[in-house]
């Protein structure tokens, strides 16, 4: 069964990025297959369908992809404001990294089969609830050490962040600039986190 595991996390680390780039509907399981240097045939060997496949990658996003970003969060050796500032400096060096083109993974897919696929749909919701979680734990730690004078649901601040930074990224992968990435961090760090 390891072997399984590992090779089925080994076809989405070779597949993803075509997915990241291309969209949902315009990658196909041969253009996966492809990518992953795996018979078409064998696809189905590791996934029921592309819809499948789509929900793994996900997981695989959070857990491979973006898993050091997110340690961020949790490093106790850095004050909780300075691990959310971290956190997104680190997005936006990575989104112009890739001239701009790829954004955030599980936003891409949101954008496109979010009101098509329950199944996609649930796992991107797990994704941001992660995400938000995390935001959210830092947040309430800078209140309780006297470094956040902020009175506000600290669930609807973490989850606003979040929100706030899914459509940065949109706007920044249609402007290509870095122009949206700056007012993002003005807000965040001389609003939102002062």
């Not at 369908?49 to 050091?68: C, F, G, L, P, T």
């Not at 973490?158 to 459509?167: H, L, T, Y």
Request: net charge negative.
């Amino acid at each position: 069964m390891e072997k399984r595991v590992i090779r089925k996390n080994e076809i989405l680390r070779d597949s993803i990025k075509l997915m990241y780039l291309k969209g949902y509907n315009s990658t196909s399981v041969n253009d996966i297959a492809q990518a992953a240097s795996i018979p078409k045939g064998s696809f189905y060997n590791y996934f029921r369908d592309k819809e499948h496949y789509a929900v793994d990658a996900v997981e695989y996003y959070r857990s491979v992809i973006v898993k050091d970003n997110l340690a961020v969060l949790s490093n106790a050796g850095i004050a909780p404001i300075d691990r959310i500032k971290s956190f997104y400096i680190c997005g936006i060096d990575k989104l112009i990294e890739h001239d701009y083109k790829l954004g955030c993974f599980a936003s891409n897919l949101a954008q496109e089969m979010g009101d098509i696929s329950d199944s996609i749909s649930g796992a991107i919701s797990e994704f941001y609830d992660h995400v938000t979680h995390l935001v959210y734990l830092n947040l309430l730690e800078a209140r309780d050490n006297g470094d956040l004078n902020d009175e506000h649901d600290l669930k609807s601040l973490a989850g606003f962040i979040i929100s706030a930074w899914q459509g940065t990224q949109m706007r920044a992968k249609v402007t290509r600039s870095r122009k949206t990435l700056d007012e993002f961090l003005y807000i965040l760090n001389d609003v939102i986190l002062k």
